[in-house]
């Protein structure tokens, strides 16, 4: 893959039509207005008031990964789920932007999605997963189940009371509309999220959370692997998708 750099990705993607409109997009959602996502791509093949089963994988993405979509193509089989939503919030709660900008991320996973015929893209207003479940009841039915695809740093920030003004009202609400199917990564096994779960003040919400088990090859993978691989100019086959590789042709 000849002159693959994180630089050389950022200019393939500012030069594309949709960019400008992208970096538009999160310019107007508003982290201190009522949630908000808005789609970019919506899958293909679905009838979408009859989405009885959605995945929302919310991640940041910088950038996507195989391991990423490793997490979802297992996921989406194994839980039998109608559509799964990227979504890429233009608030983190504990992460601030740097390597990719948003609108290129936001690029990246449309033209991930465009062949694949249940995924679908969107990008939201605000980081906190109660937020978000907010925003898609909007969008969806209210017989629509929610599971959110999280990693086990994910996992432990929703369980974080800093987040929270309510933390167990708040939670409450989220799994009132939600679940969490959580993949285990290089530092945590699933005994360790379960044991995570098993904790006095959390255990009454492990009935909503489930695990998905990616090999070792995939949960040692990372965004940040990949991103330090593209700053020095050095191969990412064995990291990203060919969807990304294509925009360096």
């Known amino acids: ?3 693959a750099s994180l630089n050389l990705l950022v200019q393939k993607c ?13 310019e107007q959602l508003d982290s201190s207005a009522p949630p908000r996502i808005e789609f ?11 989405t009885e089963k959605l995945g929302i994988f919310s991640g940041s993405f910088n950038p996507l990964t195989l391991a990423h979509i490793k997490m979802m193509e297992d996921t989406v089989a194994e839980y039998r789920l109608d559509e799964l939503l990227l979504l890429l ?35 939201s207003s605000h980081g906190r997963y109660i937020d978000k479940v907010t925003a898609l009841k909007v969008l969806f039915s209210p017989d629509t189940e ?11 920030r929703i369980f974080d009371p800093k987040y929270y003004t309510d933390f167990h009202a708040e ?13 285990n990564r290089a530092e945590a096994d699933i005994k360790t999220i379960e044991t995570f779960m098993a904790q006095p003040e959390i255990s009454r919400y492990a009935s ?42």
């Open 14 to 26: 500012e030069a594309h039509p949709d960019y400008q409109h992208y970096a538009d997009l999160f």
């Open 89 to 123: 919030a233009k608030a983190n709660v504990d992460k601030s932007v740097f390597g990719l900008p948003l609108a290129a991320r936001l690029l990246t996973l449309k033209k991930y999605a465009e062949n694949q015929s249940l995924i679908s893209v969107g990008a």
């Open 208 to 249: 909503y959370v489930s695990s998905i088990f990616l090999p070792d090859v995939y949960a040692y993978m990372s965004s940040t692997e990949a991103r330090d691989l593209l700053e020095h100019g050095e191969t990412v086959e064995h990291l990203v998708p060919p969807s990304i590789l294509e925009m360096f042709d």
């Open 1 to 3: 893959m000849p002159n």
């Open 40 to 50: 970019v791509h919506r899958a293909t093949l679905r009838n979408f008031q009859q």
């Open 146 to 156: 929610f599971h959110f695809i999280v990693g086990y740093d994910t996992l432990v």
């Open 171 to 183: 939670v409450q609400a989220l799994f009132a509309s939600a679940r969490l199917i959580v993949a």
